[in-house]
């Protein structure tokens, strides 16, 4: 899924095993230098799937930030959005820690002499997508748009946070009814994957999401549009056969259905 492409995904299992070897013997005395590297681990094995090995690194970075007499605030927080970020990548996205974890970033970040607006955007990102989880979606929808708020105020801004952002008050608005801001939610979105060319499986889900509400708006011009352009990407970037090509081609499903093409369908 989306939230799995930030990183560079590793080819090989072996390779991480190797890495994380590497980094518990040569940088044993850097807590920072160590964490960095944990996280990465830990992320590679997420876009993995291997969700138990890659979590189970994300909790080490956290422990070796944490663990002196006087831990650094920014380390801290940092890692503790990782492992909330890497909870939600790993599909875990109703556990209880989740919220514990970002309300201990922000209340360490507003204990800090410093803004970093750049972390508390990313606490507030994962803090509102696990309300939302929660089906509490007045409480999530404020909480991302101060979230946007804050980190188009960075500079420079974190592109894929507010893709996510956006994206997660589209899911909010269309369960709400309100339909103007999930098409304007999910237009913004798209606008910010494909001028960054960066996350393409980002740009594939929201063609699809797309493709689903102009769907339901009985667009059907829009809605297939939005379906084409979803699965040529997908086809693009993906091998075949791979669950990234049958979301896609679910925004097509429903395009024909709006034509009453059925049996296309």
Known sequence: GP?????????????LDEGT?????????????RARLLTAMGTANLNLALD??????????????????????????RQLYELGHGLRVAGRRHEPEIGA???????????????????????MRVKGQWLNDH???????????????????AAPPDTFELIS???SRGTIADYGGRYDDEERFYLRALSLSETSGHWPSWTVNLHQRLA??????ADTAQSMAHADAGVALARQIYPEGHPSIATALNGKVEAFISRGRYREA
């Open 135 to 153: 089906g509490e979606r007045g409480p999530a929808d404020s909480v991302l748009a101060s979230a946007i708020t804050i980190a188009e105020s």
């Open 3 to 15: 939230d799995r492409a930030r990183g560079q995904t590793l080819t090989a299992p072996m390779l």
């Open 212 to 217: 689903i509400y102009y769907t339901q708006q």
């Open 52 to 77: 138990d090995k890659g979590l189970a690194l994300l909790r080490e970075a956290l422990a070796v930030v944490d663990s002196g007499p006087h831990p650094d605030t920014r380390l801290v927080v």
């Open 165 to 167: 952002m956006n994206a």
């Open 21 to 33: 070897r590497r980094i518990q013997t040569t940088v044993k005395d850097d807590p920072a230098v």
């Open 101 to 123: 974890l970002m309300d201990r970033g922000l209340a360490m970040l507003d204990a800090s002499p410093q803004a970093n607006p750049d972390l508390r955007a990313l606490c």
